[in-house]
């Protein structure tokens, strides 16, 4: 299913960029990279996407705006490179009108 594998990837750098913003000791690289991870595993188990270029269901919504997460915040991680057939579909989802408008010019710290 789209939806629970693309809120999986948010809810998983979430986690992330929050232990990242430990300025103390208490900050884990270890839960970072657990969790870094189980995003890839999650890129892998995503299964193939819809037409881009039609109808896009909540699923596929979910799946673009989390690759467009990891693309903003986790640029080290290449997802387009373990999966080229999702970085096609999102090449041709951020083309869209409503994904092209609603994407931040940088990163916000």
Known sequence: NHHAIGY?????AVAIMTE?????AASSPEFIERNIQKI????SAIPAVSDPHGHLN????TTACALAYLDFRFAD???RAIRPDLNAWQATIENRPA???TTPAEPVS
């Open 8 to 12: 999986a990837i948010m809810t998983l």
């Open 20 to 24: 990242r913003r430990h300025t103390d």
């Open 40 to 43: 890839r595993r999650c890129l």
């Open 58 to 61: 909540f699923g596929d919504i």
């Open 77 to 79: 991680l290449k997802w």
């Open 99 to 101: 994904f092209r408008q």
